[in-house]
């Protein structure tokens, strides 16, 4: 049958597709099988591109192919018109770049094709920019079809190599694609749409969740995770139980990882870290039930696995609102009730007893440690309570007030912004016209006048003094 059909023939192929494309029940391989040796795939195809106004036809067709492709007959054909492909992901129809979204679905799912071979046509074909391109610029149903099949191609190894590649920066890396059209919101038809629907929320927690994944993909999972929760914005078009189940999926894995010092943890310790930094994350993180900031306090004040706390102690900074404009440090009151009973809560089950003690702790370990301590003090400081216990432990205040604590440029400038910090909340507080206090309050303000480096003392000359030589 040549492949331009008369009209005679395009009715024909309409009143044939029609019934099978709404035939009841389920058309197997030989269903398929018979109509395509009667309308070859070329001829659809090609009938598809080249009689769009015949009214009925591009619908009809449109529903016919994508059960043709849900057979395993009909998928195994899919390799062989790739090019159709890619055009029907460009086309002006939503309903036939939906059918070639559809239909990416299907080469994954139902071909036989061996799944490196499948990956392989998607990156000769250039298939995931343009389902990215659908993804953003799609109607509803356009960006759910390109959705799935981007969930598809997460589900194979080297699938979300493509998806979330190692170089973060790439263009088309989905987790900064998204994180980028924040502002594109009011501009971009059908986005904000999506975006509420937070499918990508989704997809990324179904990788966290499954136990399946490779650990290195759960972790870069993660991480993207935080990345786009980290942001104020992010939380204008994601809705607060998406960004909880995103919470709680690597509350989870905490969970489960536990005391194990590994790269997924510090990771899953680091994301949340990033979601607090957020007043809207911050606040999440401390009144979910129950709390997923435990981890982060829990493991700021374990000596046990030095890069754990790390993480930790530059997340509980986050969270705590040291990268926080000044006005959004401080959380509503039920949220800030939780991070103060948290921090007492791991006192009281410590050698420490108090969060004084924990902070000195803190102060006195390695260089990289005390850094993060200084910043998780600048955000803490803005609470009373923590300026009380700061100032309840002269050795705390002699560490961030001496000059000599530090020996680096960055160590010792944290040590400075923390000094500042702590100055700040005292003359802001009760505590500055307190007589018992007076004295650390003449330490913190010589020392922000002295400034963050250590001074050279001034060096008088002195008489030399020496036994006249004999010759």
Known sequence: MDEELSMDDSNQLLDSASDFAYHPGVQNDAAAKKFLDRFPLSVILNTLQTKPDVPGLEDTLVVCLERIFKTKYGASLIP???????????????????????????????????ASCALQLLIDYEIYPLLLDCLINGNEEVATGSMDAIKKLAGFPNGIDIIFPAD???????????????????????????LSRTTLLQLLCSLIGNSATETILRSR????????????????FIDESSAKTVISAIDGRLGFLQSQDSDECE????ALGQIGSSIQGATLLLLCLPPAARHVIDAAFDRQGHGKQLAALHGLANIAGKTRSEDKIILNADAEESLRHLIYEVASRSSKLTPSGLFLSVLQQAAE??????????GLVARPWCLMELCSKQEIINTVTDASTE????????R?????????AFVSSDLVSDPAFAGIGEKLDEAVRRGPYLARKSVE?????????RF
């Open 80 to 114: 062989h018109y790739m090019p159709f492909v890619q055009v029907g992901l460009t086309a002006d129809s939503h309903s036939v770049k939906r059918l070639a979204c559809k239909t990416v679905t299907c080469l994954l799912e139902d071909s036989d094709l061996e």
């Open 168 to 194: 973060n920066k790439a263009a088309t890396d989905l987790g900064n694609l998204v994180a980028q059209c924040s502002s594109l919101l009011a501009e971009i038809q059908h986005s904000a749409e999506f």
């Open 221 to 236: 999972a993660i991480m993207i995770s935080g990345r786009f929760l980290s942001k104020d914005d992010s939380h204008m």
């Open 267 to 270: 990771s899953a310790l680091e």
């Open 369 to 378: 440690i005390r850094l993060a301590g200084y910043r998780m003090i600048t």
């Open 407 to 414: 020996a680096t440029k960055i160590g010792m400038e944290a």
């Open 416 to 424: 400075y912004n923390c000094c500042k910090a702590i100055r700040k």
């Open 461 to 469: 000359a002195q008489p030399v003094v020496m036994t006249e030589q």
